[in-house]
T-cell receptor, first 113, second 117 residues
């Protein structure tokens, strides 16, 4: 079964600083990879996904993530944090050809003015 | 498109009562998922439907939980009888394609926050 590990349940960055949220998956076959964002009292919104092709994926709100097979990682980054980025971020994986979606435990991002 | 619509947004009920959560998926989406989110267990898939047919309900915690999808535009998740440990946020999500396809991707509703006292 797939599993997803998000290192750091809480991350704090200063406004304008680099955002780095870590995600590692466990699978011998590269899965499809997703990042979702959840704002307070809201549902989850898809930020970006990797399926095939270019390993650097760009998403909404200036976020991007790079799939690194050798490291089984899919870390989420943003060059400059905005106050509006404060939210909880979930990494998720889906087996190719299957119809499941396994979520990590989430990372709460705080942006300090 | 209005997105996935869930109702109610908040539900407070007494232990032992029946609770029904509702979901309207995005039009044209063939897949519908019910998730539960708690602090202890994070996001868990309860059940999903494909073309109104339940495909995998292995995540449904107990027989007290049941889900139906009578047509392509409506689904319910029912808990009878409810217990305090059922308190959680329940999300409905829909997808046009299977998640394991390159074009797959789930769209979530805003959730129903259930509190059982």
């Amino acid at each position: 079964a797939q599993s997803v590990t998000q290192l750091g349940s809480h991350v704090s960055v200063s406004e304008g600083a680099l955002v780095l949220l870590r995600c590692n998956y466990s699978s011998s076959v590269p899965p499809y990879l997703f990042w979702y964002v959840q704002y307070p009292n809201q549902g989850l919104q898809l930020l970006l996904k990797y399926t095939t092709g270019a390993t650097l994926v760009k998403g909404i709100n200036g976020f991007e993530a790079e799939f690194k097979k050798s490291e089984t990682s899919f870390h989420l980054t943003k060059p400059s944090a905005h106050m509006s980025d404060a939210a909880e971020y979930f990494c998720a994986v889906s087996d190719r050809g299957a119809n499941n979606l396994f979520f990590g435990t989430g990372t709460r991002l705080t942006v300090i003015p | 498109d209005a997105g996935v619509i869930q109702s109610p947004r908040h539900e407070v009920t007494e232990m032992g009562q029946e609770v029904t959560l509702r979901c309207k998926p995005i039009s044209g989406h063939d897949y519908l998922f019910w998730y539960r989110q708690t602090m202890m267990r994070g996001l868990e898939l309860l059940i999903y439907f494909n073309n109104n047919v339940p495909i995998d309900d292995s995540g449904m915690p107990e027989d007290r939980f049941s889900a139906k999808m009578p047509n392509a535009s409506f689904s319910t998740l029912k808990i009878q009888p409810s217990e305090p440990r059922d308190s959680a946020v329940y999300f409905c999500a829909s997808s046009q394609f299977a998640l394991g396809r390159p074009s797959g991707g789930a769209f979530f509703g805003q959730g129903t926050r259930l509190t059982v006292v």
